[in-house]
Structure formats: C-alpha cells, structure tokens
C-alpha cells in the first residue's frame, strides 16, 4: 500500500513550462546572425509513464536553410539513477530545404516508475553549421500512474462509502483524459487577441481525492492541468506580460517593466516553470443517476476584493523570483511592483466574478455549471482576464478511459 507522503512528492512537482509558447511566428528570413534552435511543444509538457499516447514536440530554426538539416535528438535525464524512460522518433530529424521547423514524438517506454522524473530534450553537439545555436530545450515531466489504489485507506474507505450512496469515483482517481474548448471574444488591449481566439485542447489531468473530502461530502482535487487549462492559462499570461510587445516594450511602455525583468532575469525566452492546482471540486449525490458538481470558490483579485471564480492555484517560477524580493524588502522590487510591473498571475488572471454577469453581456456570459453522469465529467463557466473586453466563455469534458 502507498501511503498518501509518496502520492503528494509525485504530485506537487511542477509542470515545466520551458517558455513552450512563442510570443512570435514570424520568420525572420533576413536575419544572418545566430540561428536559434528551439525545441518546444504545444501541449502541457507531461506524461504519464505508462501511457501510451505520445507527446508531440516540434524544432524551429530562427530561419532555413538552402539545403537540408539533419540533426540527432538528445534525452537527458535530470533525475540520477533513471534512464531509457522515453524514446524520441525520429530519433534524427531532417528539415527539407527552405523549411525551419519539423516534428517529432516523445514515446514512452512504459517503464514502471515511484518518482516523478524530469527529463530534457535537446539536440547533439556540435552542431553541423557554425552559427547554429540551441536557445530553448524541452523539458518534460515523466510521472507514475495514479488510481484509487495509491491512496490512504481512508481515502478508499471514503470512496467505498460514496459508492454505497450512490457515488463511484474510483476511476476518477488517476489520469483522465479531458477536452477543453475555449473561445475568447476580440480584445483590444491585447495585439496579440484583438482577432479574438477559438481552441480546442486535448490533454490528460490528474484528478484525486480531496484532503478536505469528508463521509458526507465527496471532493476532489486536480493537481495536474486542471480542466485541461494549464497551457491556455499560460499563454494568457505570456500574452499579458512578458510578449506583450506594445506595453512591455514599445514607446507606451512604461521604464518599470524592463527594469523588473532586468532584476529577476525574464526574458521572452527565459526557461520558467508554470504550474496550476484546483481544489475543492465538491461531487453531490446523485439524482436520477446525475450529479450536480460546484466547483466555484471566492478569491482575492489584484485590488485585494473577494471574488467568485474557478479558484485556480499558480505556481510560477518568475513571480516567485520577484516576490522572494519583495518579501525581502529588495527597494527595486517593492517599487516596480508598486508601479503595477509585476507577473503575479492572479493580477492578470483573476478580474472579475463569473458565477454572475459582471459584463453585462448574456451573448457571452454562461452559468457556471458541472455535471457528472456516468463516463462523462463536464463543465461550463467563464474566464476573464487583465486585458479582457468580454467574457470568454470555456467548455470542458473528461471522459473515464475504456
């Protein structure tokens, strides 16, 4: 039996973000200095160690060549004692002339495993032009499977009492794949939204039994990509500060900004780690074999208001620098944020409550609404972030796997 320490050190290990969203797609087919290398993915940056499905990465020069690129992949291990975990195919990647990105998959070897491991992925030395140069690595959190099994026994005498009314969460207990919708309407303040956005994501959370679950209250907890977001709640963010190029940087920018990157050392390219948590995800008794789910809790935005929201948990590594700084008493820190140059996520994440239409826009504000009913786990609420000029309204399904 595992006890329930081992779960949480897999748990609380955080995704490794590595910067995996550009700020730009440009090519920069004028440029002849170095020609970065960035090896990066699209998706959260995990996987599970017996999964199967692969996790799909890219590599993308700064701008091509007049004739192909051959380079070998690397995995380097940054847990001591672990290696063979994954397999990168092709294990060479060519890009065909003219082209300056191409792609490839990360595959488990489904190698059991008690840890979490991080692994990074780059490619061999020397490289095989001289002004190649690796900027960005990926890297990747392998963790163990998760299910009922790993928990305390009181954890599963709870979840045997939930069966017994009426509740069977066993199988929600472990890695669950999700799909996630979001639209977000056109927003003015942001060069990068001013189009709006409409994505779909397709990703794997890890769902467990809530501390605070009690005999009379089933609850759980997400502790890896809550409702399939973490990539989109990323790109948020990055979108907010560090690329955005108008206010960050351009002639409106205000001198603050620049001086509290300088000071904790982000760059658009710097390798962070971002990482999200949801607790308090409260399962009712069912009704006529469906089950009414909250999911809502009331935080404190920016202006220190209580508001109601997801109640999303951030962990980033970049804040984290920056209020380590604060806490200290460090005076360019204390007053860049003064001047609102920050990157707490919960200033640029977290604006206005959603379990009501603060908007006053019915064409997009949703009730907030979760529904478990048999294989299917799914949710309906609003987002609204810093730059906002609407609500984006958001749409998630799990599904328990065959």
């Given at each position: ?164 009314k009426g509740v069977d969460l066993t199988k929600w207990i472990g ?228």
């Open positions: 039996m595992k006890t329930i320490s081992k779960l949480k050190s897999v748990l609380v290990l955080m995704v490794f973000a590595a910067a995996i969203f550009s700020c730009s797609d440009s090519n920069e087919t004028d440029y002849t200095g170095v020609n970065s290398i960035y090896v990066k993915t699209s998706e959260a940056p995990v996987m599970i160690a017996s999964d199967s499905t692969p996790l799909k990465g890219s590599l993308t020069f700064t701008r091509a060549y007049d004739q192909p690129v051959a380079l070998e992949m690397t995995v380097k291990y940054q847990t001591e004692g672990v290696k063979d975990l994954v397999t990168i195919r092709p294990a060479v990647v060519t890009l065909p002339a003219g082209s300056r990105s191409v792609d490839f998959e990360v595959v488990s070897n489904k190698k059991e495993i008690s840890e979490a491991v991080l692994i990074e992925i780059s490619v061999k030395e020397p490289l095989p032009q001289n002004d190649m140069q690796v900027k960005e690595t990926l890297r990747v959190n392998v963790k163990p499977y998760l299910t009922a099994e790993d928990l305390t026994m009181e954890q599963q005498a709870l979840l045997e009492g939930y069966k017994n890695v669950i794949p999700v799909k996630v919708t979001v639209d977000v309407p056109p927003t003015e303040g942001l060069a990068s939204l001013v189009d709006g956005m409409k994505k779909t994501y397709e990703s794997k959370s890890v769902i467990t039994l809530s501390e605070y679950a009690t005999v009379d209250q089933p609850i759980l907890k997400i502790t890896e990509n809550p409702m399939g977001l973490t990539e989109f709640l990323y790109d948020i963010l990055r979108k907010e500060t560090v690329c955005n190029d108008e206010y960050w940087y351009g002639e409106y920018a205000g001198k603050y900004y620049q001086k509290m990157m300088d000071l904790i050392g982000l760059t658009k390219d710097s390798q962070e780690t971002f990482s999200v948590s949801l607790d308090s995800i409260r399962v009712n008794m069912p009704q006529n074999g469906e089950s009414n789910v909250e999911f809502l809790g009331r935080v404190l935005d920016k202006y220190k208001e209580s508001v109601s929201v997801v109640p999303f948990v951030y962990n980033y590594s970049a804040w984290n620098r920056l209020k380590e700084k604060v806490d200290a008493g460090d005076e360019t820190a204390i007053e860049c944020v003064g001047y609102g140059a920050t990157v707490n996520p919960v200033v640029y994440l977290v604006n206005s409550s959603i379990d009501s239409d603060s908007w006053k826009d019915s064409s997009r504000w949703v009730e907030p609404k979760g529904t478990l009913k048999g294989k299917k786990l799914t949710f309906q609420f609003n987002f609204d972030h810093y730059s906002a000029t609407g609500y984006t309204k958001i749409s998630v399904e799990y599904t328990l796997p065959e």
